[in-house]
């Protein structure tokens, strides 16, 4: 029986989707002005395998991740690079996109744009307007009044009087509350905009994801999901927009990830510790990436350092050393076990630390097999290990691939290359054939030295890069 933290409520609910056998989900997608960072990460790795396990689970799932291609910031980096904000948005797409696929995480089932949903947009915003839950200025640009929705704060726990007391008087400011929040902007010199009912304009970025996720999953869907940071304002702004034009319940399931910490600092480019993908996989392996961002419950803060990625990366070999031990084969006895325990973590609020801990006792029951002799054992453990590991997005590349793999950014990790190590361990063996151990000996410590592990067994000598 799946339970999800529910956001809204602050427990753990039994999911019980609005239509039998469905999953509608739909998470905040990516504002395309710059690379994607570490948060961006964490988030979509977290609801990338929330939608893997749903689907392993039998769920038909229904996936949307929009793309925010219209914006403040959008606008100021194209003006800044003196280029259309079309060309600098496609740009940043295509870049996300790439590093989305290393990061193993599976294309949406849909992928809205901002852009591409203009009259949705309007269509919602004058709906609000209709309804009285907003307004247009003389200026051209329209407002949510937030004092129209009662429930306002739900999400957040905040209070309209404290957030009252707190909010900065703008000067000149058209809007009846400080806290009403702009639901189209009215053109300004050089900006790209759309015409409407209000006179020429681009939306505000709230209102954007209430009009693409309603139109695509309707007025109720079952999962709402996005980083901790969109709690408030974002999501709460949607739910006023959503429940305040059709009256109706909008999600039932907020799910939100924790923070990617540095070193225990606040990742901000403020403190020089922000990084984003692109630089992380110029060190490590995509594949370390997303092992780390799995390795705490999604829902706490997750701490970034290398040391952490160094042993993801160690893990994973333990992983893939087991796996190059095996030819997966058939079920055997004791799989059901693994797969109902697996089931059992996962359920409970998609625990992926227990999930990988359960793994790792996989693993080692695929060594202590094969060290037994009971070799057609451990071949369908480990079938059965790499089909759990691609629940989670892991353990899907070639053992031996891995293990020899090169450091990112080098040819190799240690300057050798795979022919010269295969040329040395060929030494080495003939060596150990004419019983010379010293010679045998030396090669194994300049292999280890050049930062080679050798694994001798019984079907011959393994190596892997240290």
């Given at each position: 029986?799946?339970?999800?933290?529910?956001?809204?409520?602050g427990?753990?609910?039994?999911?019980?989707?609005?239509?039998?056998?469905?999953a509608?989900?739909?998470?905040?997608?990516i504002?395309?002005?710059?690379?994607?960072?570490?948060?961006?990460?964490?988030?979509y790795i977290?609801?990338?395998?929330?939608?893997?396990?749903?689907?392993?689970?039998?769920y038909?799932?229904?996936?949307?991740?929009?793309?925010?291609?219209?914006?403040?910031?959008?606008?100021?980096?194209?003006?800044?690079?003196?280029?259309?904000?079309?060309?600098?948005?496609?740009?940043?797409?295509?870049?996300?996109?790439?590093?989305?696929?290393?990061?193993?995480?599976?294309?949406?089932?849909h992928?809205?744009?901002?852009?591409?949903?203009i009259?949705?947009?309007i269509?919602?915003?004058?709906?609000?307007?209709?309804?009285g839950?907003a307004?247009a200025?003389?200026n051209?640009?329209?407002?949510?009044?937030?004092?129209?929705?009662?429930?306002?704060?739900?999400l957040?726990g905040?209070?309209?009087?404290?957030?009252?007391?707190?909010?900065?008087?703008e000067?000149?400011s058209?809007?009846?509350?400080?806290?009403?929040?702009?639901?189209?902007?009215?053109v300004?010199?050089?900006?790209?905009?759309?015409?409407?009912?209000?006179?020429?304009?681009?939306?505000?970025w709230?209102?954007?994801?209430?009009?693409?996720?309603?139109?695509?999953?309707?007025?109720?869907?079952?999962?709402?999901?996005?980083?901790?940071?969109?709690?408030?304002p974002?999501?709460?702004?949607?739910i006023?927009?959503?429940?305040?034009?059709?009256?109706?319940?909008?999600?039932?399931l907020?799910?939100h990830?924790?923070?990617?910490?540095?070193?225990e600092?606040?990742?901000?480019?403020?403190?020089?510790?922000?990084?984003?993908?692109?630089?992380v996989?110029?060190?490590?392996?995509?594949?370390?990436?997303?092992?780390?961002?799995?390795?705490?419950?999604?829902r706490?803060?997750l701490?970034?350092?290398?040391?952490?990625?160094?042993s993801a990366?160690?893990?994973?070999?333990?992983?893939?050393t087991?796996?190059?031990?095996?030819?997966?084969?058939?079920?055997?006895?004791?799989?059901?076990?693994?797969?109902?325990?697996?089931?059992e973590?996962?359920?409970?609020d998609?625990?992926?630390?227990a999930?990988?801990?359960?793994?790792?006792?996989?693993?080692?029951?695929i060594?202590?097999?094969?060290?037994?002799?009971?070799?057609?054992?451990?071949?369908?453990?480990?079938t059965?290990?790499?089909?759990?590991?691609?629940?989670?997005?892991?353990?899907?590349?070639?053992?031996?691939?891995?293990?020899?793999?090169?450091?990112?950014?080098?040819d190799?990790?240690?300057?050798?290359?795979?022919?010269?190590?295969?040329?040395l361990?060929?030494q080495?063996?003939?060596a150990?054939?004419?019983?010379n151990?010293?010679?045998?000996?030396?090669?194994?410590?300049?292999?280890?030295?050049?930062?080679?592990?050798?694994?001798d067994?019984?079907?011959?000598?393994?190596?892997?890069?240290?």
């Amino acid at each position: 029986m799946l339970k999800i933290h529910n956001s809204l409520t602050g427990t753990k609910e039994v999911f019980t989707p609005i239509e039998e056998g469905k999953a509608s989900i739909y998470v905040c997608g990516i504002t395309v002005y710059d690379y994607c960072h570490l948060g961006h990460a964490r988030c979509y790795i977290v609801f990338d395998t929330v939608t893997r396990y749903l689907r392993r689970a039998g769920y038909q799932v229904t996936h949307v991740r929009n793309i925010t291609d219209i914006d403040d910031k959008i606008i100021a980096r194209a003006n800044e690079n003196g280029e259309p904000f079309s060309e600098l948005t496609e740009r940043f797409i295509t870049a996300m996109h790439e590093d989305f696929e290393a990061l193993g995480i599976l294309p949406p089932d849909h992928e809205p744009r901002a852009t591409g949903s203009i009259d949705g947009i309007i269509d919602l915003i004058g709906t609000l307007i209709e309804k009285g839950h907003a307004y247009a200025v003389e200026n051209g640009d329209v407002y949510y009044a937030v004092a129209s929705f009662p429930g306002y704060g739900q999400l957040s726990g905040k209070r309209l009087e404290d957030l009252r007391a707190g909010a900065r008087v703008e000067v000149d400011s058209a809007k009846r509350d400080p806290l009403d929040f702009v639901l189209w902007k009215a053109v300004k010199p050089g900006e790209p905009s759309w015409e409407s009912p209000w006179g020429q304009g681009r939306p505000g970025w709230h209102i954007e994801c209430s009009a693409m996720s309603m139109g695509l999953l309707g007025q109720h869907f079952d999962i709402h999901g996005g980083g901790m940071d969109l709690k408030f304002p974002h999501h709460e702004n949607e739910i006023a927009q959503s429940c305040g034009a059709t009256d109706e319940p909008f999600v039932n399931l907020w799910m939100h990830n924790g923070f990617v910490r540095v070193d225990e600092e606040k990742m901000s480019k403020s403190l020089g510790n922000f990084f984003t993908i692109r630089d992380v996989m110029q060190r490590f392996h995509a594949e370390e990436i997303r092992f780390l961002m799995l390795s705490s419950h999604y829902r706490k803060p997750l701490n970034y350092s290398e040391q952490e990625l160094a042993s993801a990366g160690a893990s994973l070999d333990g992983f893939y050393t087991a796996l190059s031990r095996t030819r997966p084969g058939a079920a055997v006895p004791g799989e059901q076990a693994y797969s109902q325990r697996f089931a059992e973590v996962m359920d409970d609020d998609f625990n992926t630390p227990a999930a990988l801990a359960l793994l790792a006792e996989l693993r080692k029951d695929i060594s202590r097999k094969v060290d037994a002799g009971e070799q057609d054992q451990a071949d369908g453990l480990a079938t059965l290990l790499v089909e759990l590991g691609g629940v989670l997005g892991i353990l899907q590349q070639d053992a031996e691939g891995w293990l020899k793999r090169s450091r990112p950014g080098t040819d190799s990790n240690d300057g050798l290359s795979d022919e010269q190590i295969d040329s040395l361990i060929a030494q080495r063996n003939a060596a150990r054939e004419a019983r010379n151990w010293g010679e045998a000996d030396r090669i194994r410590d300049e292999l280890k030295d050049a930062g080679v592990v050798l694994e001798d067994g019984a079907g011959g000598t393994g190596w892997r890069r240290g």
